[in-house]
């Protein structure tokens, strides 16, 4: 299959057939190139997920980096039919069933999204929108230029509340876990 074209919306099904050693998401059909991430992003990317790994070790909550696909589906269609297929920087599922061979299907329980210039706009606006509606009960967005780690909570009323905004001298305290609060110097060490 040809790869796709940024003018038309396609499925899961789609999404599996193209060949490219380019990443792609589908976010509401729409298929969005995924750059090559950066040093700095990478660095980041394993501290945080060399923090969440130690603290879930013997856990029932598993992590997961990137590329691990992560379906959300509307409602009760096939696979093949989901028109969202995003691959977070850092993904935890505690709900076991969610999980298959593929990767995850509905609502991971935390998302983290690490910021480069050209992925900005859809993780602070479309992935936003994208995984309060689709339950995450917690979203980061980590931005390595600036040191800045924004953390969205899912409100009884199923909407992200007032962020936490916290820099690199500040600690994260982790709502989906009782016990785990993250110093942000350890993960800001370039």
């Known amino acids: 299959m040809a790869l796709p074209d940024e003018n038309k919306t396609y499925t899961y099904r789609d999404y599996k057939k ?5 990443r792609w998401e589908l976010i509401n059909g729409n298929p969005y190139l995924m750059a090559p991430p950066s040093r700095i992003h990478q660095e980041v990317l394993r501290e945080i ?23 959300l589906p509307k409602g009760n269609e096939n696979d093949d039919d989901i028109e969202t297929v995003v691959e977070p920087d850092i993904v935890v599922v505690c709900d076991k069933s969610k999980l298959d061979d593929e990767g995850c299907k509905g609502a991971p329980d935390l998302v983290v999204e690490i910021v480069s210039p050209s992925t900005a706009r859809n993780d602070k606006i479309k992935k ?5 509606m689709a339950g ?37 305290k982790v709502s989906i876990f009782e016990d785990l609060i993250i110093d942000l110097k350890s993960v800001f060490t370039f």
Do not use: Q
Request: charged share 35%; aromatic share 18%.
């Open 18 to 22: 193209w060949k490219d050693d380019r």
């Open 49 to 71: 997920l060399t923090i969440f790994s130690l603290y879930l070790k013997d856990k029932s909550c598993k992590v997961y980096s990137a590329p691990f696909g992560v379906r």
């Open 128 to 132: 936003f929108n994208l995984y309060e």
């Open 136 to 172: 995450v009960k917690e979203y980061w967005i980590v931005e390595p230029d600036n040191k800045i780690v924004t953390v969205f909570t899912l409100d009884d009323d199923k909407r992200y509340g007032r962020p936490g905004i916290y820099s690199d001298e500040d600690k994260i």
